[in-house]
């Protein structure tokens, strides 16, 4: 798939402006600057705060800034200079895209008014992120990082279960929220390419966090008595789905399907537990988890981790070795990939994460340089303000339709990160059509085959699958078939988008690859979903969301210095790998409106969960340490955990994050002395008796309920958030005051919840206009719409079980002859 590359980034011709200081508008602006866009980061004379980050390097460096500002330029501006404010206001005019980190941290920025330069210039793209938008009970909150993470119901099912809750360090909703930023404004890139006008985008922190949650709240509801914690590296519903010791490193293990438990019992040997009818799926076994890892924990001791992976790639087992970030740097794939790359930032050199987004024909800038402050990137660029793009199709957006109107995504992928990247294009306007097969629809619809199942229509009652799939159109196309084929490549040769998520060499084997593709539509976009990419040595890995997080190195910066490496998430890597797959697909497509030329984006969804661990691997690439590991506690923020409260298990996450939060935290538990004492202002000093504080505090809230810890701590401005479970979520009283929750009606289901997009153009959410399709329900209207066949025509086609609106039964698919060549390809997914 080699093409010839374009030397100059695919955004160059963009300027973006960053102002105030947060991790989602700082990760966004990266996001442009990944592609070539002139990106002008505002600091004040002091620096943003984030350059303090810490951990810090031996040079005094955060590699947490280093991360989140590669290949920026910074202008500093003084707001006691009416020269600096003058060439601020001229900057800010002059750009393409404003993006505003202000109501996280105003970074001393010069006050401006936004409405003001809106009007002024109509095709500016504004988005300002906030920690929890300005309206709803939580707006005057103040926030971490992990405190958001804990009201988002990202902390409280991971770790022992009997407590405390684990939670990582803080690096994740800078970057879920950026991906949403950067979606946002990308999309609305390709609107004014289209004649569109500029948007004004508002971007909530804590709504971008709910991605990784939507998920089990919509489980929750029919499942809230068994989606607890449940210990260290143990999720529901599957298991075994967690990190176990070998003989040499940790393994990652993920069995979902029957077909997978049966084959990891074999490879151990465990014949018993295989039989046994009561084990075939994931949930069953979570009841008897304990009496089945005795069995297979010791036995997974005598192999490395290295040789039970070669082993389950023979046997089609999610299983994958858990890299330190020692191995991360010494992957020489991953730097030939990108995903790892030089950094150099003040007078050090390192590596950091690079971008995810790898597109082949307009690929990303591999590496380069933070700027220092006040610094100016020295390169020529092909500058075309978007005042002057105009429509280069026949369709012009007009003002009140959504960014995407006109595009139109053909979407082969199945389970939760590729209809994730498909839901968010279709919820931004795009056409998108679904397509699944009676014989093996998508897998969220549930995996039982059983008569009793399909008779029953199981497979349309599952909320997962309606939450990730709204505003598609739904079809299904035997694959496997010559005219099934040929009718997808029908729809294909008309569509600007291909998404697929199964692993690599599963559609080429239906003679659906890009090279063919691309002779019946050159300005086709394509990306690939893959769990290592395609040209991994690793690419004939089966994988899930698990496997992903426990494949890329974060786990191994989680938890505390002596355990194992922690999980924190039952499948991390899927939401993380959706938003990046949408991000790769705008980016391309920005491309393909300028020049009508497509191209093939080769996403390895496993490299997509680095950026987590970013700032422990530029710590280690200079220093040469592992990293530390700090559990709940942090390497700035002093005290910072998760603490009990009353009543059964209740908890609350607390950070400190400046001395005058300290004060206020030590007044109101009840030690004015500390709150006095001049000598505890500094974290340093504090962390001397981090035990002692943690003891104090976790005393006053044990008898305290938690919503009153919080609001009590809030009302002093005191960072802290309430752990919650998902189903805590559905419930949420900021989510219900923003009308987050949107209640849509489909058949088999009812009436039921489904979440809105974290990003707005008004006070309200993107109305979701239809529900998620029941299996084949638009064969009819899509086939005769855009293929232009007739009634006769499609009635054959479904007579001949190629097209259909039925799940076919495992009796049935044998009476098809054709279980074999479909369940292969269904084997290979990637979640």
Known sequence: MAEEVEPCGVLSHLRVVEIGSSAATSYCARLFADFGADVQKVEPPAGDPLRSSAPLTPGGQSPWFAFLNLNKSSVIVDAKDPEAVTRF??????CDVLIDGRDVASADCVPIDIAAICQRRPKLIYLGASWFAHDGPYSGFVATDSTVRALAGLIKLAGPAEGPPVHAPDFQTGILSGLWGFIAAISSVLAIMQGGAGRTWSLSIF???????????SESVAHSDVIRRMGVNRFWPGFPLGIYETKDGWLGVTTVTPAQWWAFCDMLGLSQLRDDPSLAFGKDRLLDAERIERQFMPRLRDRTAREWFVEGMKRKIPLVPVPTIFDLLNNIEKRERGAIVPVRFGK???????????LTLTPPIRGGSVPDPGEQRCVARKRM??????SNTAMSIKTGMQPLCGTRVIDFSMGWAGPLCTRTLADLGAEVIKIEAVQYPDWWRGVDRSPAYVQSQMYEKTLRFCIMNRNKCGITIDLTRSRGCAL??????????????????VLPRFGLGYDVLKSLNPRLVMVSMSAFGTNSINRECRAYGSTLEQGSGYPGVVGGPDGPPVMSHTAFGDPVGGLNGCAAVLIAMVHARSTGQGQFIDLAQVECMIPFAAPWITLQSIGGAAPKRYGNRHPQFVPHGCFRCAGEDNWIVIAVTDPDMWRRLASIIGRPDWAADASLNSAEARRCVENEIETVIAAWTLSRDADEVMSELQAVKVAAGVARFPIDLLNDRQLKSRDFLQQIERAFIGVHSQPSMPIREDARPFAIRTPAPTLGQHNREVLSRILGLSDADIDQLQKENIIGTTMLSEGGLTNQGGVGQVGSAVSTRTS
Do not use: C, F, P, W
């Open 207 to 217: 709504e971008s966090a709910l991605t990784a949650s939507e998920y089990l709240m």
């Open 348 to 358: 050090e050199d390192g590596l950091t994460a690079g971008s995810m987004q790898r």
């Open 488 to 505: 997808a490549k029908g729809l294909v040769a008309k569509a600007d988008i291909v998404v697929d998520n199964y692993s690599v060499g």
């Open 89 to 94: 206001t001229s900057l800010v005019h002059d």
């Open 385 to 390: 303000r978007l005042t002057d793009a105009g």
